[in-house]
């Protein structure tokens, strides 16, 4: 868990100094997959949005396959979380030994008082 730890605390020191939000009640962690909505944000279902602590091995894996890349974006505040995605590259034809993270902001579309993550990011709960 120390390495998701570290990205993520640099993670919210990129955000601070970008002028995204500050405070939060924890931190909630999705992949990001194809699927989309019609206006081009991802949608993922509730029960997807992960811990810190339910990440981690999953984050580790990625760090081991050899991928070029893994992006760390953030997607505003949900219910007081903040929502982080996790995109990855495609694995390469040559085995890459240091997988490359980048940080993103919230898009512009995010950027607003409450940072609510509705307009960039679509929730779907599951009824039941």
Do not use: H
Request: net charge negative.
């Amino acid at each position: 868990m120390a390495v998701l730890s570290d990205k993520l605390v640099e993670l919210c020191e990129f955000l601070r100094v970008s002028g995204g939000p500050t405070t939060w009640r924890g931190i909630k962690i999705f992949e990001v997959d194809s699927n989309y909505d019609d206006y081009g944000r991802p949608r993922v279902s509730g029960d997807r949005l992960l811990s810190q602590e339910e990440y981690s091995a999953r984050f580790d894996e990625l760090l081991t396959c050899g991928l070029p890349w893994i992006n760390l974006s953030c997607f505003g505040i949900y219910d007081g979380f903040l929502v982080v995605g996790v995109e990855a590259s495609n694995p390469s034809a040559t085995l890459i030994s240091n997988t490359s993270i980048n940080y993103s902001g919230l898009p512009t579309s995010v950027l607003s008082p409450r940072w609510d993550s509705s307009s960039a990011l679509v929730i779907e709960c599951r009824e039941g």
